[in-house]
């Protein structure tokens, strides 16, 4: 498989979503351990606050402004960073027992997953094709479910451990996919795309060959050289390069981009997904289960239907169009949380009044509903269990590649970093606000993210355009209005090397005949009248870009 060292380094640096996953989902699973919360005093509603917004806050400002630094000393070394601080941040987590430590290791980790979740995908993006970009961009997503899951069932495990051995395992285990990722990244690659953006062709076409199996002279590669080369070429002479164009219309569109790129992220948070794997251990007990250690078998069970409903995307990812995968899984999902707030409705009582409490730590504290059926109970649990599967088959997946793929090189690190900031925004709300929508409206919740999921599936299907099987190239196309043909499979060539690439793959079949047929001189004349169209070819794209 000529694409194996692509998937083996994309799978690599997917490390970054595994600590992505893990840091969210240890805080989750160490905050349902009252040795946890007695040892940093998080029982009441300020610092319950305080721990579990510190880190998301961080991720917020640090993605804003990740993509200006990763534009200027590269995706790789960019990478080198953000490993650095979260093995630090993990360390003070673990060793200190003040609150005030806490809050700055959950800082230095939630500012290095910050850099991750914006610069992983967007070197994914990078190296992979318009074949397999879906599948490649898809392995971040499994890192950060398969994080989930491992922080959950570690925290199971060590959960009746003594001397803060409880919480303090499953803490510095942090240490170890950080550790991983730095003494890694010497083995992998610069992005192409950015070398090409700092004018260092040779190694870039030199990346470009080895990541896609062939030789640097290979007409596949050769051909997307050049339109990479071309398009910019093209961008830095004729369009606007600052992080303010990003707000600005134009033909390139880079305002409607942004809304639909930072759009997917908040219809992500607006699902209700993250809220409910986040207050999970509350939800369980207000659904039945009593006991710390079954909370945490709730949690670990949608760990592993988390990780395991990723698994078969990398079926599909690349052959179901983008905007059907988007709105079949809001419509699923809107399915599964009006059910839950039919039963929940129906069956619940009424333990103590509402009343507002901001504290997201405790799985007790707030409960203002039980259910006292264990058959509602476990149909509850399965109906969740559904939920997150369809969130993962769908929006988990999606909800990273539709913003990567939309934006020229030249511009791209600051745009993801404004679409990644507006996903840690958006969770910051749903975070404070989930608690209180529980404790207030109750069964309501589920019927306002339900809600949300339908105005989600009529949006995308709208005012979403498709990007599934085009090169990053050629979606610039899509969102100039330059595309003259929208369907699936179309071929639109921008550059003259675009069309000279098709025009070679059919001579080529046909020099294979006329070879297999015994005439060799006439193939001979073939390649070097090839030869010559493949610089004409080329001397046509600089004609045209000094025209534009």
């Not at 805080?27 to 040795?35: D, K, S």
């Not at 998301?56 to 953000?82: C, E, H, N, T």
């Not at 260092?200 to 339109?227: C, F, H, W």
């Not at 390069?241 to 134009?250: E, P, S």
């Amino acid at each position: 498989m000529k694409d194996t060292r692509l998937y083996l380094i994309c799978s690599f640096v997917s490390l970054g979503g595994l600590m992505y996953g893990y840091d969210t989902a240890v805080l989750t699973a160490c905050l349902a351990l009252p040795e946890y919360r007695n040892v940093f005093s998080l029982n009441n509603d300020a610092n319950g606050v305080a721990a579990s917004v510190a880190s998301l806050s961080a991720s917020f400002l640090v993605s804003l402004i990740s993509g200006f630094l990763a534009d200027s000393i590269g995706r790789k070394k960019f990478f080198y960073v953000a490993a650095v601080f979260h093995i630090i941040g993990s360390v003070i987590q673990m060793v200190d027992l003040q609150l005030s430590a806490l809050l700055v290791g959950r800082v230095i980790t939630g500012s290095t997953v910050g850099m991750l979740s914006m610069s992983v995908p967007l070197y994914q993006s990078e190296m992979a094709s318009s074949q397999n970009r879906g599948r490649i961009i898809a392995l971040y997503q499994l890192g950060v479910t398969t994080g989930f899951c491992l922080s959950s069932w570690i925290a199971f495990g060590t959960a009746d451990l003594i001397n803060n051995l409880s919480w303090r395992i499953p803490v510095g285990i942090q240490i170890v996919p950080g550790g991983i990722l730095l003494l890694g990244l010497s083995f992998i690659p610069e992005s192409p795309r950015w070398l090409i953006a700092r004018d260092q062709y040779s190694q870039a076409l030199a990346i470009l060959a080895q990541i896609r199996g062939n030789k640097p002279d290979d007409t596949e590669v050769q051909m997307e050289y050049t339109s990479i080369v071309q398009d910019v070429t093209f961008d830095r002479t004729y369009t606007s390069k600052t992080f303010f164009a990003l707000f600005k219309t134009g033909i390139e569109n880079y305002r409607k981009r942004t809304v639909l790129g930072a759009g997917i992220h908040i219809f992500t948070q607006l699902t209700g997904a993250n809220g409910l794997l986040f207050y999970l251990p509350r939800i369980l007990r207000t659904a039945g289960l009593g006991e710390v250690h079954s909370v945490l078998i709730g949690n670990g069970v949608a760990g592993i239907v988390n990780m395991l409903g990723t698994i078969p995307v990398f079926f599909y990812i690349d052959r179901w169009p983008r905007r059907r995968i988007l709105v079949t899984g809001a419509l699923l999902m809107a399915a599964c949380l009006f059910t839950v707030a039919g039963l929940v409705g129906g069956y619940s009582t009424m333990v103590s009044p509402a009343r507002i409490h901001m504290s997201p730590t405790s799985s007790i504290d707030g409960i203002t509903i039980e259910i006292h059926s264990i058959t509602i109970t476990y149909t509850i649990i399965v109906l969740l269990c559904v939920f997150i599967a369809t969130f993962s088959l769908t929006w988990g997946p999606a909800g990273w590649i539709y913003p990567a793929e939309i934006y020229p090189q030249l511009i791209r690190a600051n745009a993801m970093g404004v679409t990644t900031a507006t996903s840690y925004l958006f969770n910051i709300i749903i975070t404070l606000v989930t608690p209180i929508l529980f404790e207030t409206i109750r069964w309501g919740t589920y019927v306002l993210f339900g809600g949300f999921c339908v105005i989600i599936a009529i949006t995308i299907h709208r005012y979403f355009p498709e990007t599934r099987c085009r090169s990053l190239e050629e979606v610039n196309l899509i969102f100039s209005g330059a595309l003259v043909d929208e369907q699936p499979g179309a071929h639109h060539p921008e550059t003259a090397a675009e069309a000279l690439l098709k025009m070679q793959q059919i001579q080529s079949k046909d020099r294979r005949r006329r070879l297999a047929q015994g005439d060799q001189q006439m193939v001979w004349n073939d390649i070097r009248i090839l030869s010559s169209s493949s610089d004409a070819a080329i001397a046509i794209d600089q004609h045209d870009l000094e025209k534009r």
